[in-house]
């Protein structure tokens, strides 16, 4: 078996993950808006600096608009020293959200203990070789999971959110009453651990939620929201992209999470091809960039943390997203450094004006 290319270079593969436009990943996520925008609304900040909330702007330059994460690209350079705004837009700083992730890292007791899962991961290529779509790997990569996690109830609550959703782009989701109360019943049961305490009570001390119940409500909104990826209304959310996974134009998008990969691979479903990434930990959660074919259609790079609780992978991606919307967020787990790439989706909003998850995933790390 050929060794696997070291670790700053995958690191450094890792990032041209998320910079390369061509990878199918960022090509779904950054889409142009919709043709039915018929509007030419303004991108820049250049004289809008405090300039009242517009729904119709792509964009904006209000003082509350890093909250929200719907900044044009120009306002910390245009707008952030400008009288009345005191704060800059990093205002969680890249040393609090190291120390956050590590508090969150340690909170994971729901996490898989070594004995709990057993991997084969196999052939490791290099980046060159993944658009290849071969089969280098002729062993499933779960060679045993303990299954008793999935009794516990935040993994029992997640896992009956999988099948709520069409895989394909294009066909409009509808939830019906049980499927909502899912929904809510996985977001309380989160709630309810040390992982998900953490976050709220940073977010809290950032003055990001005055209450509990805003936040849940936030997230509520941001991951299970409904918006449209295609000519269908409403045919897609942030949840049902990053840890369901979807095909659209015969590719796999999204689909960054074990738990789905296992149980779809027991199904048969899911054939793992290779890995171009294994992560430094040596104990789970672990991450893995992996290569895959999914009942047809192939997923030419997907990361994914390996034996995390969905409350951790729930709470990193959150706070990412919330902390560094479309940017790199820099973090720590364990003594390594890893970073997670978020995505807003740019042609709808819920509230005033806040962006649903378009994406989130690990793209290792540029420390």
Same mark, same amino acid.
């Not at 809008?48 to 306002?75: I, L, M, S, V, W």
């Not at 060679?143 to 709520?164: G, Q």
């Not at 290569?291 to 994914?304: I, L, P, R």
């Not at 995505?343 to 909003?349: A, G, L, R, V």
């Given at each position: 078996?050929?060794?696997?290319?070291?670790?700053?270079?995958?690191?450094?593969?890792?990032?041209?993950?998320?910079?390369?436009?061509?990878?199918?990943?960022?090509?779904?996520?950054?889409?142009?808006?919709?043709?039915?925008?018929?509007?030419?609304?303004?991108?820049?900040?250049?004289?809008?600096?405090?300039?009242?909330?517009?729904?119709?702007?792509?964009?904006?330059?209000?003082?509350?608009?890093?909250?929200?994460?719907?900044?044009?690209?120009?306002?910390?350079?245009?707008?952030?020293?400008?009288?009345?705004?005191?704060?800059?837009?990093?205002?969680?700083?890249?040393?609090?959200?190291?120390?956050?992730?590590?508090?969150?890292?340690?909170?994971?007791?729901?996490?898989?203990?070594?004995?709990?899962?057993?991997?084969?991961?196999?052939?490791?290529?290099?980046?060159?070789?993944?658009?290849?779509?071969?089969?280098?790997?002729?062993?499933?990569? =779960?060679?045993? *999971?303990?299954?008793?996690?999935?009794? @516990?109830?935040?993994?029992?609550? /997640?896992? &009956?959110?999988?099948?709520? !959703?069409?895989?394909?782009?294009?066909?409009?989701?509808?939830?019906?009453?049980?499927?909502?109360?899912?929904?809510?019943?996985?977001?309380?049961?989160?709630?309810?651990?040390?992982?998900?305490?953490?976050?709220?009570?940073?977010?809290?001390?950032?003055?990001?939620?005055?209450?509990?119940?805003?936040?849940?409500?936030?997230?509520?909104?941001?991951?299970?929201?409904?918006?449209?990826?295609?000519?269908?209304?409403?045919?897609?959310?942030? =949840?049902?992209? *990053?840890?369901?996974?979807?095909?659209? @134009?015969?590719?796999?998008?999204? /689909?960054? &999470?074990?738990?789905?990969? !296992?149980?779809?691979?027991?199904?048969?479903?899911?054939?793992?091809?290779?890995?171009?990434?294994?992560?430094?930990?040596?104990?789970?959660?672990?991450?893995?960039?992996?290569?895959?074919?999914?009942?047809?259609?192939?997923?030419?790079?997907?990361?994914?943390?390996?034996?995390?609780?969905?409350?951790?992978?729930?709470?990193?991606?959150?706070?990412?997203?919330?902390?560094?919307?479309?940017?790199?967020?820099?973090?720590?787990?364990?003594?390594?450094?890893?970073?997670?790439?978020?995505?807003?989706?740019?042609?709808?909003?819920?509230?005033?004006?806040?962006?649903?998850?378009?994406?989130?995933?690990?793209?290792?790390?540029?420390?």
């Amino acid at each position: 078996m050929r060794a696997c290319v070291p670790l700053i270079v995958a690191l450094l593969c890792g990032l041209a993950w998320a910079e390369d436009p061509k990878e199918p990943e960022l090509e779904e996520e950054m889409e142009e808006a919709p043709a039915s925008n018929l509007y030419s609304a303004p991108n820049s900040c250049q004289g809008r600096c405090h300039e009242a909330f517009d729904r119709h702007h792509p964009c904006h330059c209000n003082d509350r608009c890093q909250e929200f994460g719907n900044c044009c690209k120009d306002f910390e350079s245009l707008c952030s020293n400008h009288e009345g705004f005191s704060y800059s837009s990093d205002a969680i700083t890249k040393e609090e959200l190291q120390s956050i992730s590590e508090k969150i890292y340690r909170a994971d007791t729901n996490k898989a203990q070594k004995e709990d899962i057993v991997l084969n991961s196999q052939n490791c290529i290099s980046p060159s070789e993944t658009g290849d779509q071969v089969d280098r790997c002729p062993e499933p990569l =779960f060679t045993y *999971v303990n299954e008793k996690l999935f009794s @516990k109830p935040t993994y029992a609550a /997640f896992i &009956n959110l999988l099948n709520n !959703y069409q895989r394909a782009t294009g066909h409009g989701e509808h939830f019906s009453a049980q499927q909502l109360a899912e929904q809510d019943t996985f977001l309380r049961e989160i709630m309810r651990t040390a992982v998900m305490k953490e976050l709220y009570s940073f977010l809290h001390h950032q003055n990001r939620y005055s209450s509990e119940q805003e936040f849940v409500d936030d997230l509520k909104n941001m991951w299970f929201g409904l918006y449209s990826r295609s000519s269908e209304e409403r045919d897609s959310s942030g =949840f049902e992209h *990053v840890f369901s996974g979807e095909v659209k @134009k015969g590719k796999v998008t999204g /689909f960054h &999470n074990w738990i789905r990969f !296992y149980l779809q691979e027991k199904e048969g479903l899911v054939d793992y091809y290779s890995h171009i990434y294994d992560g430094p930990w040596d104990s789970y959660p672990d991450v893995l960039a992996m290569q895959f074919n999914w009942d047809g259609y192939y997923k030419e790079v997907g990361s994914a943390f390996i034996g995390s609780s969905p409350e951790f992978e729930f709470a990193l991606y959150s706070l990412c997203f919330i902390a560094r919307p479309g940017k790199v967020c820099q973090l720590s787990l364990g003594g390594h450094p890893l970073a997670i790439q978020t995505y807003p989706w740019d042609n709808s909003t819920y509230g005033n004006g806040k962006k649903y998850i378009a994406t989130a995933y690990v793209i290792s790390s540029t420390q």
